[in-house]
């Protein structure tokens, strides 16, 4: 046996069908398994997509390569990042080649963001954050994207500003580690949630001024402002904001009754909205243990939760959910953020920092994304 020998196509072939924590454990296997493996067009080729659920410590990602019947392997446990300490939220503000950008918030609003990598467990602390200036408390805002090229990476923050009631925003460049001169914008809208959505150079905001909401878009090459009416000017009880297959998405509660899911298919075009689907999951159930949608997965599928943070993937082409998980699958983790928050937008609850993200798993180090 000791001399057998198998190509480098076909070892290739089997490594790239291994989920991630064994493949790391397998460079350990000789100085040749570690090159083919630390080698980037590999990774990109294996192209692993992951669905990273924030609201566990350990955090979860849903393995979308495993069959959603395969309930023992399809959710991955995934060790939070050290800076993670007790009595800080997290939040996901987005991903960049296989690096998720983390906002860990402390009660007192203070702020650090975190780039990490879930597959090797490697983390940077970006930039720590005082807590905002403003005597009537907010969290910040972030939206996470790229300018001319994809390298060009920035993060952009919003700051609420009482007595005067204006938003400050500004951007962090990670090349230069360095915030931009602060702006400002009147403030006649609430941020709807806390993380904005990066599709084709733009970023996505969803923001409530009275009677509807709409969609706040930043063109992040040119840093302009625009407004986005939602789908037929309805008022909405609830909504995701979203993307997949390169359109933006929204999942939105019109009647309480039904889901309905929109895509505009233009750029920034509110007329190109499209209703593509309607579903009614999970809707029957009590108001505060309802499943609601957190991230449109691929193959037309849906992640959803409730306040009990059971897990459901509903199939749309079917017409039919599978519950990945039952209250009992989480007795070894801890719940680190509260599901459900109030609002006096419709009297209604909404969720809260529940925001899911997709990646594709790769070994860039948090320390070197600036640089790829």
């Known amino acids: 046996m ?10 290739r072939n089997i490594l790239a069908r291994l989920p991630g924590k064994p493949l790391l454990r397998f460079r350990c296997a000789s100085k040749h398994w570690n090159r083919l493996i630390s080698d980037p067009y590999f990774m990109k080729s294996r192209s692993r ?4 659920f924030p609201l566990l410590k350990p955090l979860v990602a849903i393995d979308e390569n495993v069959p959603v019947e395969n309930k023992t392997h399809s959710m991955v446990r995934i060790p939070s990042p050290p800076q993670h300490q ?44 005082d807590p905002p200036s403003s005597e009537c408390k907010f969290s910040y805002v ?22 005067i009631l204006w ?15 602060p702006q400002y914008m009147k403030r006649g809208f609430w941020f709807w949630g806390d993380v904005g959505v990066f599709l084709n150079g733009f970023l996505y905001w969803v923001i409530y001024e009275y009677p509807r909401f ?48 929109w895509l505009m298919k233009e750029e920034c075009d509110e007329n190109s909205w499209t209703k593509v689907h309607s579903f009614t999951f999970g809707l029957k159930d009590d108001c505060c243990c309802k499943f609601l949608p957190v991230c449109i997965l691929g193959n037309t599928k849906i992640l959803l939760t409730n306040c009990s943070i059971q897990l459901v ?10 519950m990945l998980n039952g209250s009992e699958t989480f007795d070894h983790f801890e719940r680190i953020s509260r599901i459900f ?4 937008v419709h009297k209604t609850f909404y969720f809260k920092d529940i925001r899911s993200i997709e990646y594709v798993e790769s070994l860039v180090s948090p320390l070197d994304i600036c640089f790829i």
């Open 49 to 52: 997509r992951m669905v990273l």
């Open 86 to 129: 007790e009595g800080l939220e997290i939040s996901i503000v987005g991903t960049f080649n296989g690096i998720v950008l983390l906002a860990l918030t402390h009660k007192s609003f203070s702020c650090q963001l975190v780039l990490y990598n879930p597959l090797t467990c490697a983390s940077n602390v970006l930039v720590v954050m």
């Open 167 to 181: 938003f400050k925003w500004d951007v962090f460049d990670l090349k230069t580690s360095s915030w931009s001169t």
């Open 214 to 261: 709409e969609i706040l878009a930043l063109n992040v090459k040119e840093m302009v402002f625009s407004r986005i009416k939602l789908p037929n000017g309805l008022e909405h009880t609830w909504l995701l904001l979203e993307s997949t297959g390169g359109c933006l998405c929204v999942i939105t509660i019109t009647d309480t009754t039904r889901f309905d899911m």
């Open 2 to 11: 000791a001399n057998v020998h198998i190509g480098d196509d076909v070892l």
């Open 341 to 344: 928050k109030f609002s006096n």
């Open 142 to 163: 972030f939206g996470f994207g790229h300018g001319v090229t994809m390298h060009d990476l920035k993060i952009v923050r919003f700051e609420f500003i009482a007595p």
């Open 313 to 322: 993937i509903y199939d749309t082409s079917k017409g039919s959910g599978i």
